[in-house]
């Protein structure tokens, strides 16, 4: 089970910081993903980071402003946000899989969280 949290309203150009903690289980040997959707359109992927911190990638639209981080001794993975841009609007989830390829996490298991909202918007 995981929560995701830290969302909110926030000015174009500010930032957030999201955070995604698991329970229920360790997460050292877990690659972990994070996605958004966009309010009609569908989930798209924007991080993903290996479990050994080897292999970190960004979708493009998201590149030098989103980085991901993780903290194994808090089971929490999260996600800094700046120079956030109205496009960057949505639900964004975290999800744990077997491995991430490029910036997608790819074997999911387990189901959605709720998600956390955020809205840039001026």
């Known amino acids: 089970q995981h929560v995701e949290s830290g969302g909110g309203l926030v000015q174009p150009g500010g930032s957030l910081r999201l955070s995604c903690s698991i329970s229920g289980q360790t997460i050292e040997k877990s690659d972990i993903g994070w996605f958004r959707q966009a309010p009609g359109k569908g989930r798209e992927a924007v991080s993903c980071i290996d479990w050994r911190v080897a292999r970190i990638a960004y979708a493009d639209s998201v590149m030098g402003r989103f980085t991901i981080s993780r903290d194994d001794s808090k089971s929490t993975v999260y996600l800094q946000m700046n120079s956030l841009k109205p496009e960057d609007s949505g639900t964004y989830y975290c999800?744990?899989?077997?491995?991430?390829?490029?910036?997608?996490?790819?074997?999911?298991?387990?189901?959605w969280g709720q998600g956390t909202q955020v809205t840039v918007s001026s």
């Open positions: 999800s744990i899989g077997d491995y991430c390829v490029g910036y997608e996490i790819r074997g999911r298991f387990g189901d």
